[in-house]
């Protein structure tokens, strides 16, 4: 068993328009978390960046608690724990902060209990589990551009973006609970609106890893974001400055960020539109690797 392990978990943006529960991407944006097994009983997380001052300092921080249940899963028992968190991804917005806590607390168990071993697709089974839905988990974990599934189980498999793209994120000073996102959501969608959905979530693979130009269509939803609309105006009325510039666009997650696939010469653009919308604008690498462990 090892004494101390970090891992390093990319912020994640999940749907991206019409792929609901389903598509994801991942961002460099990343929390950086250090676990420490300790004689001194209780766990004391410090966190700097992002939720400084405001998440919790004890064994209700999602980390320690998601990282605790798996320890005992994994029939470890232990006295103290002490984390330190260095966070960049924006918490409540929409970009996969839950998810990227959920992963580096099942990774960081298992590198205790393992000697630094740390399998993947476990650490993606139990995020997914966790979570209730694989898309956030699944990008957050092995990166890139990742289509995931349930049945029984949650699968993911992981698809190379067209260089040409890059994201742009739309950050508002506002926070919305993935929680109460879902609440607004309907417990049945007309069929027509179901194979649009179907439709353009094929097309968006299509746009994002062969033919960037129909991504301003492919990005087109009718499941979820006009449900959600009246929880984030403002984000609703960002996406369509956007893609009224025919930059592609859509809200990130359950909101209220959002995200835009742009081209080299719309990154500027985008990022004015959206600072005029009053966000805070950020050109971001897609993270071509997901899950790290030193």
């Keep these: 068993m090892l004494n101390t392990a970090t891992v390093s978990v990319p912020a994640t943006s999940a749907n991206l328009g019409p792929g609901f529960d389903s598509l994801g991407v991942a961002l460099e944006f990343r929390d950086v978390v250090t676990a420490t097994i300790s004689d001194v009983a209780g766990v004391r997380v410090e966190v700097s960046g992002e939720g400084a001052g405001a998440l919790p300092n004890n064994e209700s921080h999602l980390v320690a608690a998601v990282m605790l249940k798996a320890l005992e ?26 998810a990227a806590a959920i992963v580096a607390g099942l990774a960081l168990a298992q590198a205790i209990a393992l000697d630094g071993h740390v399998d993947l697709d476990w650490v993606f ?111 609703i009325a960002a996406v369509a400055a956007l893609r009224a510039e025919n930059i592609s666009a859509c809200i990130s997650g359950a909101g209220p960020a959002v ?24 050109s971001l690498a897609f993270a071509t690797t997901g899950l790290q462990i030193s």
Aim: net charge negative; charged share 15%; with cysteine.
């Design 73 to 98: 899963k994994l029939g470890i028992e232990i006295v103290g724990l002490d984390l330190t968190c260095n966070n960049s991804i924006p918490q409540g917005k929409g970009l996969g902060s839950s």
């Design 125 to 235: 089974a139990q995020a997914a589990d966790y979570e209730g839905h694989p898309d956030n988990a699944a990008a957050c974990v092995y990166g890139g551009l990742t289509v995931a599934w349930a049945n029984e189980v949650s699968h993911s498999r992981s698809l190379e973006i067209l260089p040409s793209i890059h994201a742009v994120i739309g950050v508002p000073s506002g926070k919305l609970l993935t929680e109460k996102a879902r609440g607004l959501l309907p417990e049945s969608v007309p069929h027509a609106d179901a194979a649009f959905n179907a439709a353009h979530s094929a097309l968006l693979i299509v746009g994002l890893t062969q033919d960037a130009s129909v991504l301003v269509e492919a990005t087109d939803d009718r499941l979820h974001q006009n449900y959600r609309a009246q929880a984030y105006p403002d984000s």
């Design 259 to 282: 995200l835009a696939f742009a081209t080299e010469d719309q990154v500027s653009v985008s990022q004015d539109i959206l600072v005029n919308q009053g966000f805070s604008a950020h």
